[in-house]
């Protein structure tokens, strides 16, 4: 178990994530003062490792027939495939947050902007719905 009063340049002190990751762990004041500077590491996650989370790859049906899905390299949910062979794909990005966000914690305004359904599987009847925080007038 991690000790928070660890001394200096013990191996049990949190670590910087690497650049390849989602979240990453920074500085929330302009000073960058040590104790602005906010760690993120996942639970059960080592230092600097890639997020690596255990995902939901196929459900079996009793009749023989299953769900599939993929996911991105975030963790974020892909595709979905229908028993019948129609499918759901998702696309993310970045998206506003309501009333700001200092860092890191803005890095978590990441959600859905787009899907697409097809039902026959094939993608030629595929229907796109986008997303937005841009509010109509």
Known sequence: MPTPYAPPGSSNL???TGTSTHFVSDYSDPDQSEQ????????????????????????DLPDGQSYRFSYN????LDKVIYPTGGYQRYQYGA???LGGATVPY??????MISRWISPSGGG???AQWTYSTERGL
């Open 36 to 59: 602005s500077y906010t760690y993120v590491v996942g639970r059960g996650q080592s230092g600097a490792t890639t997020f690596d989370p255990v995902v939901l790859t196929e459900v």
């Open 106 to 111: 803005g890095q978590g305004t990441h959600g």
């Open 14 to 16: 949190p670590q910087a």
């Open 95 to 97: 998206v506003a947050t």
């Open 124 to 126: 030629a009847d595929e």
């Open 73 to 76: 390299a975030l963790g974020e």
